[in-house]
């Protein structure tokens, strides 16, 4: 029987814990035709990185500082078409995996996977097709039984009021959030005032628990 060819693809590793970039990078370089182009710790890094160096792969974690890993998987699939999204989350609910999906990823594994479904994951998304991990079958029989996944509470926020929404829920102050995304102390209360409106909430508490409700901030393991 003839082998399959090897897959070739460039792949970006995004994930907020080193130890777990490293692991799945000395396992990844090990693969025939497979090469980890860089690594981010966080979601605007991330993006940053996607747009210089145009991977073929980015592995995404979902909670991630800065932007969440919905949030760029959305922008990566609106600016980076080419670039296929594989999600590694410790998430099994079904509220991730669908907005993962909306958002445009390409498969969806458990970390708790083994390596080689991951690779069978890459092989995959890199033929055009989707992946989804064993670990969530019973999540997406749930999927395809809901009549009416509820749309996330965020859609109604603006770009910049997300990454706001985001950089509140982890605790940062207006001018550490200015420095962050370059604009006025004035600016940021605005997004602000925005923001609580649109949620109809009064108070960071409250926004805080919409954040982790939504995986738009990074979870303690």
Do not use: N, W
């Amino acid at each position: 029987m003839t082998r399959p060819a090897a897959v070739r693809a460039k792949v970006l590793l995004v994930d907020d814990h080193g130890i777990m970039r490293e692991g799945l990078r000395a396992l990844l370089d090990r693969q025939d035709g497979i090469t980890v182009v860089g690594e981010a710790a966080d979601g605007p890094s991330a993006l940053a990185l996607a747009r210089r160096l145009r991977p073929d792969v980015v592995i995404l974690d979902i909670g991630l500082p800065g932007l969440s890993g919905i949030e760029v998987a959305t922008r990566i699939a609106d600016e980076l078409p080419r670039t296929r999204t594989v999600a590694l989350s410790k998430h099994h609910d079904r509220r991730f995996v669908a907005r993962m999906i909306k958002a445009g990823a390409a498969a969806y594994l458990i970390k708790e996977c083994a390596f080689d479904e991951l690779t069978a994951a890459i092989a995959t998304v890199m033929r055009g097709r989707k992946y989804l991990g064993a670990g969530i079958a019973g999540t997406v029989i749930d999927l395809l039984h809901e009549v009416d996944e509820p749309e996330s509470v965020l859609a109604g926020l603006t770009d910049r009021e997300r990454e706001v929404f985001q950089l509140l829920a982890e605790g940062r102050t207006a001018k550490e959030i200015a420095g962050a995304i370059g604009v006025s102390v004035k600016t940021v209360d605005s997004h602000r005032h925005h923001v609580m409106e649109k949620l109809q909430i009064e108070s960071v508490a409250d926004l805080t628990r919409i954040a982790i409700r939504e995986g738009a901030v990074p979870l303690e393991d």
